[in-house]
């Protein structure tokens, strides 16, 4: 019986050299709700037919992402490498606006508030669509899925 979803996120803490406690607060939040709800199914189709669920572990070496996939039991599937290239821009926006965020949520007017978290939702939603299309063939994600992995691989390439 096929189940196409994620059960358990695991992040490369080597890449992770820092993070604030608001950083470490949206990666807790993006792990449980990618937890929660998520549709992840890798299109290879394995001899056994395994079809899910999935322990996934992400890393960032070299200017790649990596996606390691796994079954339910630990047992290693296959492993994706994606080129980040194409998501150096949207990372380093995102950074600069979720900095902005925070101090607007400090110091700001709750309309100022709003602004600036539209812009920051902008951005995530263009990373996100951005990730379904590199995965496309590779990896079926939906958008939700897409959004919280973005905000997964932005800690990864957390450098202090």
């Known amino acids: ?14 890449t992770i050299l820092w993070r604030s ?10 792990i449980f709700d990618l ?19 999935y322990k ?14 796994h079954r339910a039991d630990d047992t290693h599937l296959e ?12 990372i380093k926006d995102y950074f600069a606006i979720c900095d902005s965020y925070y101090a607007a949520i400090r110091n700001a007017t709750p309309a100022q508030i709003e602004t600036v978290d539209m812009a920051r939702r902008g951005i995530h ?14 990896i079926e994600i939906d958008f939700d899925t897409a959004r919280r992995l973005f ?6 390439h957390i450098k202090g």
Do not use: W
């Not at 492993?79 to 949207?90: E, H, I, M, Q």
């Open 79 to 90: 492993t994706y490498v994606l080129g980040l290239g194409r998501f150096r821009r949207p």
């Open 56 to 69: 996934i572990a992400l890393s960032v070496e070299d200017g790649r992402l990596g996606i390691a996939i």
């Open 1 to 14: 019986m096929a189940d196409p979803r994620i059960i358990n996120v695991e992040l490369d803490e080597r």
């Open 125 to 138: 939603n263009e990373a996100a669509e951005l990730l379904k299309e590199r995965l496309a063939g590779k």
């Open 35 to 53: 937890i929660e709800g998520n549709h992840f199914a890798p299109q290879r189709v394995h001899p056994d037919g395994y079809a899910g669920p």
């Open 151 to 156: 905000t997964l691989i932005c800690v990864l």
């Open 21 to 30: 406690a608001d950083i470490e607060q949206e990666r807790r939040i993006a």
